[in-house]
T-cell receptor, first 112, second 111 residues
Framework: DGGITQSPKYLFRKEGQNVTLSCEQN?????MYWYRQDPGQGLRLIYY???????QKGDIAEGYSVSREKKESFPLTVTSAQKNPTAFYLCASSIFEGYEQYFGPGTRLTVT | QKEVEQNSGPLSVPEGAIASLNCTYSDRGSQSFFWYRQYSGKSPELIMSIYSNGDKEDGRFTAQLNKASQYVSLLIRDSQPSDSATYLC???????????FGKGTLLTVNP
């Protein structure tokens, strides 16, 4: 089955720790994206990547980092510099930038 | 900065009625328009894409696009309680190819 997987589904961390969220796709899509969603809020773009070994900051990149070493994978690291990391994190991919995006199931991160 | 506006709702309709969800966008050059459905606690799911003026029907869903008025809508016929969700409008093209999402409209279908 083609799709996007994110792991883990739920993640709990102590304040001050870095944490890496996994995103893998087998749709052969070039573009991948990370969004953050807070309760009752819309999607906010953190980082996106149009091709392997290239990525750009989105609207709220501060406190986050990414890598794109393989076409299939786009992991997101939430660093201790992120002031309010507790949120629902969504990974998406599209065949090219601007085309319809398909979302993974999301990772719910709680930092205490 | 491209903007996509949606009424946050909640929009409440009785079961069997037509639900009408609206979206306006600021970039006149936008070319691609999408509707996503997001159930509470879940990720968004693509339900409709539309690229040219007019109507596009898929089952109980109809997307309507009017580029002159910079307006796209989603009609859900014979609404069911299972349609209760937040509906996100997304737009791309024009000044850049990034997909810009609206904040979504919460739809509640009452049995």
């Amino acid at each position: 089955d083609g799709g996007i997987t994110q792991s883990p589904k739920y993640l709990f961390r102590k304040e001050g720790q870095n944490v890496t969220l996994s995103c893998e796709q087998n749709l052969n899509h070039d573009a991948m994206y990370w969004y953050r969603q807070d309760p009752g809020q819309g999607l906010r773009l953190i980082y996106y990547s149009q091709i392997v070994n290239d990525f750009q900051k989105g609207d709220i990149a501060e406190g986050y980092s990414v890598s794109r070493e393989k076409k299939e994978s786009f992991p997101l690291t939430v660093t201790s510099a992120q002031k309010n990391p507790t949120a629902f994190y969504l990974c998406a991919s599209s065949i090219f930038e601007g085309y319809e995006q398909y979302f993974g199931p999301g990772t719910r991160l709680t930092v205490t | 900065q491209k903007e996509v506006e949606q009424n946050s709702g909640p929009l409440s309709v009785p079961e069997g009625a037509i639900a009408s969800l609206n979206c306006t966008y600021s970039d006149r050059g936008s070319q691609s328009f999408f509707w996503y459905r997001q159930y509470s606690g879940k990720s968004p799911e693509l339900i409709m894409s539309i690229y040219s003026n007019g109507d596009k029907e898929d089952g109980r869903f109809t997307a309507q696009l009017n580029k002159a008025s910079q307006y796209v809508s989603l009609l859900i016929r014979d609404s069911q309680p299972s349609d209760s969700a937040t509906y996100l409008c997304a737009v791309s093209g024009g000044s850049n190819y990034k997909l810009t999402f609206g904040k979504g409209t919460l739809l509640t279908v009452n049995p």
